[in-house]
Protein backbone atom coordinates (compact mmCIF):
# COMPACT_ATOMS: atom_id res chain seq x y z
CA UNK A 1 0.00 0.00 0.00
CA UNK A 2 1.13 3.78 -0.53
CA UNK A 3 2.48 5.50 2.36
CA UNK A 4 3.71 9.02 3.04
CA UNK A 5 6.36 9.47 5.95
CA UNK A 6 6.95 12.26 7.80
CA UNK A 7 10.39 12.38 9.49
CA UNK A 8 9.43 14.06 12.47
CA UNK A 9 6.45 15.10 15.00
CA UNK A 10 7.64 17.41 16.51
CA UNK A 11 9.73 20.48 15.82
CA UNK A 12 10.90 23.12 17.73
CA UNK A 13 13.17 26.19 16.26
CA UNK A 14 14.00 29.84 17.27
CA UNK A 15 13.11 32.71 14.83
CA UNK A 16 15.58 33.23 12.31
CA UNK A 17 16.64 29.51 11.82
CA UNK A 18 16.35 27.29 9.20
CA UNK A 19 14.10 24.67 8.32
CA UNK A 20 13.78 21.69 6.79
CA UNK A 21 10.90 19.31 6.99
CA UNK A 22 11.32 15.65 5.62
CA UNK A 23 8.61 13.72 3.63
CA UNK A 24 8.91 10.57 1.84
CA UNK A 25 6.19 8.66 -0.01
CA UNK A 26 6.35 4.67 -1.15
CA UNK A 27 4.35 4.92 -4.63
CA UNK A 28 6.23 4.15 -7.97
CA UNK A 29 4.39 5.90 -10.84
CA UNK A 30 4.15 9.40 -11.73
CA UNK A 31 2.85 11.87 -8.38
CA UNK A 32 1.52 14.92 -7.49
CA UNK A 33 2.92 16.31 -4.55
CA UNK A 34 1.98 18.75 -1.79
CA UNK A 35 2.28 20.62 1.50
CA UNK A 36 -0.09 21.73 3.18
CA UNK A 37 -0.49 23.80 6.39
CA UNK A 38 -2.75 24.15 9.34
CA UNK A 39 -2.06 27.09 11.49
CA UNK A 40 -3.39 27.12 14.73
CA UNK A 41 -7.22 27.32 14.85
CA UNK A 42 -8.08 27.79 11.09
CA UNK A 43 -8.27 25.01 8.21
CA UNK A 44 -5.96 23.14 6.19
CA UNK A 45 -4.76 24.56 3.30
CA UNK A 46 -2.31 24.40 0.50
CA UNK A 47 1.62 25.54 1.04
CA UNK A 48 2.87 24.39 -2.23
CA UNK A 49 2.39 21.34 -4.91
CA UNK A 50 4.63 19.75 -7.43
CA UNK A 51 2.90 18.47 -11.05
CA UNK A 52 5.69 18.33 -13.34
CA UNK A 53 8.58 20.29 -14.79
CA UNK A 54 11.15 22.21 -12.02
CA UNK A 55 11.56 19.91 -9.43
CA UNK A 56 12.34 22.85 -6.54
CA UNK A 57 9.08 24.69 -6.28
CA UNK A 58 8.02 28.09 -4.63
CA UNK A 59 4.87 28.54 -2.45
CA UNK A 60 3.59 30.74 -0.41
CA UNK A 61 5.27 32.78 2.83
CA UNK A 62 8.90 32.08 1.80
CA UNK A 63 8.75 28.19 1.63
CA UNK A 64 9.83 25.99 -1.34
CA UNK A 65 10.57 22.03 -1.64
CA UNK A 66 12.51 20.19 -3.84
CA UNK A 67 11.59 16.91 -5.80
CA UNK A 68 14.20 14.19 -5.74
CA UNK A 69 12.62 11.45 -7.85
CA UNK A 70 15.26 8.87 -6.80
CA UNK A 71 14.82 9.16 -3.12
CA UNK A 72 10.80 9.65 -3.31
CA UNK A 73 11.01 12.70 -1.18
CA UNK A 74 9.40 15.98 -1.11
CA UNK A 75 11.15 17.89 1.43
CA UNK A 76 9.76 21.04 2.77
CA UNK A 77 12.43 24.38 3.24
CA UNK A 78 12.64 27.78 4.78
CA UNK A 79 15.83 29.98 4.95
CA UNK A 80 14.49 31.97 8.14
CA UNK A 81 11.45 30.73 9.86
CA UNK A 82 9.47 33.34 11.81
CA UNK A 83 7.43 32.91 14.66
CA UNK A 84 4.41 32.95 12.53
CA UNK A 85 5.05 30.20 11.07
CA UNK A 86 4.14 28.04 14.11
CA UNK A 87 1.46 25.31 12.41
CA UNK A 88 1.35 21.34 11.45
CA UNK A 89 2.33 20.66 8.56
CA UNK A 90 1.35 18.11 5.79
CA UNK A 91 2.70 16.38 3.12
CA UNK A 92 0.35 14.60 0.75
CA UNK A 93 0.96 12.51 -2.25
CA UNK A 94 -1.63 11.94 -5.63
CA UNK A 95 -1.31 9.58 -7.88
CA UNK A 96 -2.05 11.21 -11.63
CA UNK A 97 -4.65 9.29 -13.67
CA UNK A 98 -5.63 6.75 -11.68
CA UNK A 99 -6.36 7.56 -8.33
CA UNK A 100 -8.38 10.77 -6.79
CA UNK A 101 -7.33 10.38 -3.22
CA UNK A 102 -4.15 12.09 -1.50
CA UNK A 103 -2.22 10.24 0.88
CA UNK A 104 -1.11 11.79 3.73
CA UNK A 105 1.81 11.79 5.73
CA UNK A 106 0.84 12.13 9.86
CA UNK A 107 1.58 15.58 10.16
CA UNK A 108 4.82 17.86 11.50
CA UNK A 109 3.81 20.38 13.95
CA UNK A 110 6.46 22.98 13.99
CA UNK A 111 7.01 25.26 17.37
CA UNK A 112 8.48 28.85 16.65
CA UNK A 113 9.98 30.49 19.59
CA UNK A 114 10.35 34.42 19.56
CA UNK B 1 -15.71 34.15 -2.04
CA UNK B 2 -17.45 31.06 -0.32
CA UNK B 3 -14.91 28.69 0.91
CA UNK B 4 -15.78 25.28 1.79
CA UNK B 5 -18.37 25.08 4.75
CA UNK B 6 -18.99 22.38 6.95
CA UNK B 7 -21.60 21.81 9.71
CA UNK B 8 -22.51 20.97 12.64
CA UNK B 9 -18.53 21.90 13.94
CA UNK B 10 -18.97 19.80 17.00
CA UNK B 11 -21.55 17.33 17.78
CA UNK B 12 -21.55 14.09 20.38
CA UNK B 13 -23.26 10.91 19.83
CA UNK B 14 -23.18 7.46 21.64
CA UNK B 15 -22.38 4.33 20.60
CA UNK B 16 -24.92 2.73 17.89
CA UNK B 17 -26.11 6.00 16.88
CA UNK B 18 -26.05 7.52 13.37
CA UNK B 19 -24.74 10.94 12.05
CA UNK B 20 -25.14 13.24 9.18
CA UNK B 21 -22.40 15.85 8.95
CA UNK B 22 -22.81 18.53 5.98
CA UNK B 23 -20.95 19.99 3.18
CA UNK B 24 -20.89 23.25 1.05
CA UNK B 25 -18.06 23.07 -1.18
CA UNK B 26 -16.20 26.20 -2.48
CA UNK B 27 -18.19 28.28 -5.02
CA UNK B 28 -17.22 26.95 -8.78
CA UNK B 29 -16.27 23.35 -7.24
CA UNK B 30 -18.53 20.30 -8.91
CA UNK B 31 -15.88 17.60 -6.98
CA UNK B 32 -16.89 17.23 -3.04
CA UNK B 33 -14.30 14.93 -1.03
CA UNK B 34 -14.26 13.28 3.11
CA UNK B 35 -11.62 12.78 5.17
CA UNK B 36 -11.83 11.18 8.78
CA UNK B 37 -8.62 12.72 10.66
CA UNK B 38 -8.01 10.91 13.73
CA UNK B 39 -5.69 12.53 16.40
CA UNK B 40 -2.10 12.83 15.94
CA UNK B 41 -2.74 11.52 12.60
CA UNK B 42 -3.32 12.81 8.89
CA UNK B 43 -6.43 12.92 7.11
CA UNK B 44 -7.25 9.59 5.83
CA UNK B 45 -9.84 9.18 2.70
CA UNK B 46 -13.33 8.45 3.03
CA UNK B 47 -14.92 8.94 -0.62
CA UNK B 48 -15.18 11.25 -3.75
CA UNK B 49 -18.15 12.31 -5.16
CA UNK B 50 -18.34 13.43 -8.30
CA UNK B 51 -22.03 14.27 -10.52
CA UNK B 52 -23.97 12.85 -7.76
CA UNK B 53 -21.91 9.48 -7.71
CA UNK B 54 -19.05 7.98 -5.10
CA UNK B 55 -16.28 8.39 -7.88
CA UNK B 56 -13.82 6.90 -5.52
CA UNK B 57 -13.77 5.25 -2.14
CA UNK B 58 -11.16 4.61 0.57
CA UNK B 59 -10.77 1.66 2.65
CA UNK B 60 -13.79 2.57 5.14
CA UNK B 61 -16.71 0.41 5.91
CA UNK B 62 -20.28 0.34 4.54
CA UNK B 63 -21.11 2.31 7.92
CA UNK B 64 -19.91 5.51 6.16
CA UNK B 65 -22.03 6.30 3.42
CA UNK B 66 -22.42 9.91 1.69
CA UNK B 67 -24.78 11.66 -0.96
CA UNK B 68 -24.15 14.64 -3.12
CA UNK B 69 -26.92 17.16 -4.33
CA UNK B 70 -27.50 18.77 -7.44
CA UNK B 71 -25.80 21.71 -6.11
CA UNK B 72 -22.50 19.82 -5.46
CA UNK B 73 -23.36 19.84 -1.46
CA UNK B 74 -22.75 16.80 0.38
CA UNK B 75 -23.52 14.91 3.12
CA UNK B 76 -21.20 11.76 4.96
CA UNK B 77 -23.57 9.35 7.19
CA UNK B 78 -22.32 7.18 9.51
CA UNK B 79 -24.47 4.24 10.92
CA UNK B 80 -23.85 2.30 14.27
CA UNK B 81 -20.98 4.52 15.71
CA UNK B 82 -18.00 2.72 17.51
CA UNK B 83 -15.86 4.99 20.20
CA UNK B 84 -13.25 4.75 17.13
CA UNK B 85 -15.54 6.86 15.01
CA UNK B 86 -14.60 10.22 17.13
CA UNK B 87 -12.24 12.27 14.76
CA UNK B 88 -12.52 15.48 12.96
CA UNK B 89 -14.16 14.92 9.50
CA UNK B 90 -13.00 17.38 6.91
CA UNK B 91 -14.64 18.19 3.50
CA UNK B 92 -12.65 19.40 0.65
CA UNK B 93 -13.73 20.41 -2.66
CA UNK B 94 -12.36 20.50 -5.71
CA UNK B 95 -12.62 21.19 -9.03
CA UNK B 96 -13.20 18.25 -12.01
CA UNK B 97 -10.35 18.11 -13.28
CA UNK B 98 -8.03 15.15 -10.40
CA UNK B 99 -4.67 17.54 -9.99
CA UNK B 100 -5.19 16.68 -5.57
CA UNK B 101 -5.54 20.16 -5.15
CA UNK B 102 -8.01 20.23 -2.40
CA UNK B 103 -10.23 23.28 -0.73
CA UNK B 104 -11.17 22.25 3.09
CA UNK B 105 -13.63 23.27 5.41
CA UNK B 106 -12.72 23.34 9.22
CA UNK B 107 -14.11 19.95 9.90
CA UNK B 108 -16.90 18.49 12.19
CA UNK B 109 -15.30 16.72 15.13
CA UNK B 110 -17.23 13.80 16.31
CA UNK B 111 -17.04 12.85 19.61
CA UNK B 112 -18.69 9.06 20.26
CA UNK B 113 -19.05 8.10 24.02
Known amino acids: AQSVSQHNHHVILSEAASLELGCNYSYGGTVNLFWYVQYPGQHLQLLLKYFSGDPLVKGIKGFEAEFIKSKFSFNLRKPSVQWSDTAEYFC????????????WGAGTKLIIKP | DAGVTQSPTHLIKTRGQQVTLRCSPK?????VSWYQQALGQGPQFIFQ???????QRGNFPDRFSGHQFPNYSSELNVNALLLGDSALYLC????????????FGEGSRLTVL
Open chain 2, 27 to 31: SGHDT
Open chain 2, 92 to 103: ASSGTRNTGELF
Open chain 2, 49 to 55: YYEEEER
Open chain 1, 92 to 103: AVNEVDSNYQLI
